[in-house]
Every structure is written in structure tokens, then in C-alpha cells.
């Protein structure tokens, strides 16, 4: 998830990038585009539409607890659900917010469909 979040935080500092949401979709969402176990990620900055992997994925119904990281700062952390392809997926959502920019990432929890 640290990954991640500092590659979206490098990718959407690029103004412009914004301009072109199709490119950076496909370069914001790579470093998890094949993580094992991430279905579904989103980055939001401000009041924009969240971009999110997979496309127009809606983020996951999700009780979050609050933690503190030394290496990230505050970190939401919790368990919930995500339609994807039909299907409501058990997962687990970690989301981070910081310097105006909100990254999530939904992770399946193996074994588990609702």
C-alpha cells in the first residue's frame, strides 16, 4: 500500500495529468494493476471524481478504524464489501490521506464471498 500511495502521489502532483483522465488511469493504478488479492483501488484528489482500478469501480462499503504509521501517517483500516462482476466480495480496505490526496485499496479476504 506504501507503494502505492507514493506513486499516486507522484503521479497526480502533474497537474496536466488530470486533463487526460484515460492516460492517468492507466499510469496512476500500475504499480497494483497485478498485486495478488487487490480488486479494486481509487484515488481521489479534492473534490475530483475519484479515478479507480478497475475502471468506474465504486468504492467499498467499509467500517474504518483510524491508526497512526510512523512510515504514512494515518491510515484508515477495515473490513467491508465491493460488487465486482456480479459477485460481493468480502475485502479488506486500507485508505490514506494526505497532502489533499486520498488513496484506497480494497484487498479480497481469500476464501470469503458474500
Known amino acids: 500500500m506504501s507503494r502505492f ?29 497485478h498485486e495478488p488479492g487487490v480488486v479494486g483501488a481509487w484515488i481521489q484528489r479534492g473534490a475530483h471524481v475519484p479515478l479507480a482500478f478497475p475502471r468506474g469501480a465504486a468504492l467499498p462499503v467499509a467500517v474504518l478504524s483510524s491508526l497512526r504509521s510512523p512510515g504514512l501517517g494515518d491510515v484508515e483500516v477495515g473490513r467491508g464489501t465491493m460488487v465486482r462482476r456480479a459477485q460481493t466480495l468480502a475485502v479488506t480496505v486500507i ?10 485499496v480494497a484487498i479480497e479476504e481469500e476464501g470469503e464471498e458474500r
Do not use: C, K, M, Y
Open 95 to 104: 485508505a490514506i490521506e494526505r497532502d489533499g490526496l486520498r488513496t484506497t
Open 5 to 33: 500511495d507514493r506513486w499516486a502521489h507522484r503521479v497526480a502532483s502533474a497537474e496536466a495529468a488530470w486533463a487526460n483522465r484515460d492516460a492517468l488511469e492507466e499510469t496512476a493504478f500500475t504499480p497494483v494493476r
